[in-house]
């Protein structure tokens, strides 16, 4: 009997969690099916069937210039998350594997500075940035999205090493490595994993981080964030190729994020959840 | 000694990220409360003075403000509300036995990687748009009128659409919990005879408080900037009625020019911040301890 | 060459002395055994020695040379850890090879060495694989592997059985008493566990509270405990402590008799019991006893002696075998 029971139960679970995850995901498909019709199509009510011409992604390129966006993006994201790294893995290292009774007190404060709000800094952060001629470049957006993020980075770099046996660095300590042979033979490969899921998560949020890229570029270091709101005010006539931005926008990430979810919720929820 | 040495290299290696972090939240945010008590505006930088507490004045007694404060717990407590409950039917839906689940995970993740101003304009065009968008031809299927989304409901339609950014993650954290569910636990209060109902009462919903502390806390920390969302939709209006206190500080900042405003606001967000940053810090702090 | 010595060693963590102050002297080739209930500080002892905590006063000596400032590779030791501590990213082979790699050996020495221990280890089948891939004693092994190739003046065990199920343990035990006889490399060994103590030891330390309770062979602890703690330690089951009429007839505070020392019959004798529980392991039979006047007793006796729940025995302490405590618990000598 109870078998019976499951399968029904499994069929009846599989029918309602595919509607409610089509439900969820249906804007992106629907950007996606328009980004291939073409714009009197795309306004030309409900359909799922496009006339598929791939029109728009040459056009939005042509118009708009749309790969400089997506270098910049591609430049802030992966720059700022290795400057974060660069600067995180030794903090974290050393928090991990010789605390002190102030660590935790210094990890706290590290997670207390993110929560910060942002509108709160813009101004000072603004004029800093007017001042030092930072405004609408991409070393300052660097900058700004390595700050963002360091405190991200340093306690998931935390989390992961703490979870590196203390017993296998006296070993290697033993086995006479001394301090750089014991990052570099026993320590970095048993972090790496750690790190890339860092480094993949990182990658997101500074990818899609959308105030201070909208706020403090204008074109030549403009991500794609800023190069979307562009998009704000022409309506109606311009959905394909918007479409097609937008598709182009979130594909790589949608595509990185499927890969790193497990690590997201340990990351965003700095540990508390894993 | 060999110990006392490691322990100064520590140090040193944790120098940069605790100097870096310290600099860059203490630098900007003395900034921000010197320039609060200034009378300092940006078309007339040569003419700045000390004000006392005229622009946290200013601000208080600015309608928009009370309103902007409204906006912003309309904001993040609707988006909450959708998102926990939401987030609970689905993470109990999805820890069942089902055909595809990796694919249905990732469908349903899918929305937390889109980012902010794509999924605003997809939503405000493809979806909410009165004429041509797809709420609007589902009221034509159906012979009623079109809904103007932004003009009639323009707070609403910001919570769903930020509402439809964090559900997954709420969604992807609960699942997370339920699953680290002990399922001998479950067993065993199957044996105790409990049904589903009481199972879900007694054992899944103490199980999951935490993470939804969590989650809560999280998600507030982040809506209460809001931001990118409001300026591609209805950048805060029609009038004030969908500007929340970032937007509202952003638009005295840069819009209107007002340092000394856009600072006094700024100093009152991080007050609120700090009231949420407390909770959570404890929830995580605990966490650490184990 | 492999002397270890402590002289007035002491470590303090923050408020709490581990160890207060010890002095010992390992020999040589000695297999030594720290043995103590957990909290004893032989673990930190061990460690100490390892050069993984640093002492908080006293001196450390290896082959006369003092190395207590040294850090742990540059003491010639070398750790079987209780998690083993193998790396799990690299294989068996690289595994055994890494102190050598450190110490920059040639690399066909390198080969030449991994692959000796691993025929004495019978890991040679294993060398390519990773340690995630073995069995809980094949990573002991290799754990044991890594500590051998270097040719260390002494090794130093954590605890290194207590991760594994019974029957290997005892495996386990015997191939590291093997491995003792073959390579005469003095052993420092760490365990919480009596019969790991006696049967593998040449010299075995009682800890308690961070102070040695007595140094001696496992037949001099058995024979002639100094107080009633290692009395009490040494010896399963445990040894009867009979306070009362019966120690004072003895001049004594605490009379101890081991189970093993007391002769049964079921018609007369010195005590009356009913047996409580009797555990019949085949060849002996273990009988927890309620004795009149006395309380208490654990009596061991022939698996052929039939004793059951509830049945009355008699018994008689072999008194040429009786310990004798002083009110202070240190043993009277005769």
């Known amino acids: 009997m109870a078998r019976n029971v499951t399968t029904r139960h499994k069929i009846s679970a599989t029918v309602a969690a595919w509607i409610v995850a089509l439900i969820i995901f249906f804007p992106i498909l629907y950007t996606i099916i328009t980004s291939i019709k073409t714009e009197p199509e795309a306004i030309a009510g409900f359909s799922l069937w496009p006339s598929g011409t791939f029109e728009n992604y040459i056009t939005v390129q042509t118009q708009r210039d749309y790969l400089k966006p997506f270098m910049n993006s591609v430049i802030l994201s992966v ?6 790294l660069i600067i995180a893995i030794p903090s974290a290292w050393a928090m991990a594997f010789s605390p002190t009774k102030r660590t935790k007190d210094i990890l706290m404060w590290m997670l207390s500075t993110k929560m910060m709000p942002a509108v709160a800094v813009l101004v000072p952060i603004y004029l800093l940035f007017r001042d030092f001629g930072l405004l609408d470049s991409r070393i300052g957006l660097t900058v700004m999205l390595t700050l963002i993020n360091l405190p991200i980075v340093v306690w998931m770099l935390y989390t992961y090493f703490r979870e590196i046996p203390g017993e296998i660095l006296e070993a290697a300590r033993m086995d006479g490595a001394g301090l750089w042979q014991e990052i570099v033979y026993v320590l970095t490969p048993m972090a790496v994993p750690g790190i890339a899921s860092t480094l993949l998560l990182n990658i997101i949020l500074a990818w899609n981080e959308s105030f201070w890229t909208i706020r403090l570029s204008t074109t030549n270091a403009a991500p794609l964030t800023a190069f979307i709101a562009s998009f704000s005010s022409p309506q109606g006539l311009f959905w394909a190729k918007l479409s097609a931005a937008s598709t182009m926008a979130i594909a790589p990430i949608l595509i990185l994020g499927w890969f790193s979810q497990k690590q997201l919720v340990r990351g965003l929820t700095f540990g508390a959840v894993k | 000694m060999a110990t006392q040495n490691t322990k100064t290299l520590a140090r040193l290696m944790m120098a940069p990220s605790v100097l870096l972090l310290l600099v860059w939240m203490i630098v900007p945010l003395a900034m921000t409360l010197w320039f609060s008590f200034q009378n300092y505006n940006l078309l007339d930088p040569s003419n700045v003075s000390f004000t006392g507490l005229f622009n946290y004045q200013f601000f208080y007694t600015d309608p928009a403000f009370f309103q902007s404060i409204w906006n912003t717990l309309v904001i993040v407590g609707g988006v909450l509300l959708i998102t926990v409950i939401g987030g609970i039917a689905i993470a109990l839906l999805l820890d069942q036995p089902i055909f595809g689940q990796g694919i249905v995970r990732i469908l349903i993740i899918s929305p937390f990687f889109v980012m902010p101003p794509v999924a605003a304009l997809v939503w405000k065009n493809m979806i909410m748009n009165p004429s041509y968008g797809v709420f609007a031809d589902i009221s034509k299927f159906f012979g009623l009128r079109p809904i103007d989304w932004f003009a009639q409901y323009p707070l609403f339609s910001i919570v769903i659409i930020v509402a439809w950014q964090w559900l997954p993650f ?4 609960l699942l997370t919990a339920l699953q680290s569910l002990d399922g001998e636990q479950k067993e065993a209060a199957e044996m105790d005879g409990a049904n589903f109902l009481n199972r879900f009462i007694y054992l899944v919903v103490p199980h999951l408080a935490r993470s939804i502390t969590v989650v809560i806390l999280i998600q507030t920390i982040f809506l209460l900037g809001v931001y990118a969302e409001i300026l591609v939709t209805t950048n805060g209006g029609p009038g004030y009625a969908s500007t929340n206190l970032a937007f509202l500080i952003y638009r005295t900042a840069l819009l209107g020019y007002d340092v000394g405003g856009a600072s006094a606001g700024g100093i009152i967000a991080v007050v609120l911040a700090n009231i949420v940053a407390f909770f959570l810090m404890r929830a995580v702090g605990k966490n650490l301890d184990r | ?7 007035k060693v002491s470590k303090v963590f923050g408020e709490a002395k581990v160890i207060p102050s010890i002095d010992l002297e390992i020999n040589n080739g000695e297999f030594v055994v720290f043995v103590g209930p957990s909290g004893c500080g032989k673990s930190t002892l061990l460690r100490l020695i390892a050069g993984l905590e640093d002492v908080s006063a006293g001196h450390i000596l290896i082959d006369g040379k003092d190395v207590t400032d040294a850090a742990p590779a540059e003491r010639g030791l070398a750790m079987v850890f209780q998690s083993y501590a193998l790396y799990p990213h690299m294989s068996v082979r690289n595994n055994i090879a890494f102190p050598l790699k450190m110490a920059k050996l040639d690399k066909a ?5 991994v692959a000796d221990a691993a025929r004495v280890l019978n890991l040679t089948d294993y060398l390519e694989r990773r340690p995630s891939q073995l069995s809980g004693g094949q990573r002991q ?21 207590s991760n594994l199920d019974a029957a290997l343990r005892g495996t386990m035990r015997l191939e590291i008493s093997d491995l003792h006889h073959q390579l005469k490399t003095t052993m420092v060994y760490v365990t919480h566990d009596q019969v790991e103590a006696m049967t593998m030891a040449d010299k075995i330390v009682v800890l308690n509270r961070g102070n040695i309770e007595q140094v001696g062979s496992p037949l001099e602890l058995y024979k002639s405990p100094r107080n009633l703690f290692v009395a009490g330690f040494i010896g399963s089951p445990h040894m009867n402590f009979v306070t009362g009429t019966y ?3 003895k001049n004594a505070k605490t009379a101890g008799i081991r189970p093993e020392h007391l002769g049964l019959s079921k018609d007369s004798g010195i005590w009356r019991g009913t047996v409580k529980v009797a555990e019949h392991l085949g060849a002996d039979t273990f009988l927890h006893l ?3 006047g006395i309380g208490q007793i654990t009596a061991r006796c022939d698996g052929e002696f039939g004793a059951y729940h509830g049945d009355t025995v008699y018994m008689t302490p072999d008194e040429t075998k009786l310990h004798r405590f002083d009110d202070k618990g240190l043993a009277l000598r005769a």
């Open chain 1, 79 to 84: 720059g700022s998350t290795i400057l974060a």
């Open chain 2, 170 to 173: 709420a969604t992807l954290i």
């Open chain 3, 1 to 7: 060459m492999g002397s270890i010595t402590l002289q």
């Open chain 3, 109 to 113: 020495i390198i080969d030449k060495k």
């Open chain 3, 141 to 161: 092994r290799v754990a044991i592997g890594r500590a051998i190739v270097r040719e260390p003046s002494a090794f130093l065990f954590d605890e290194p059985l």
């Open chain 3, 247 to 249: 120690a004072q007839s």
């Open chain 3, 290 to 292: 309620d004795v009149e």
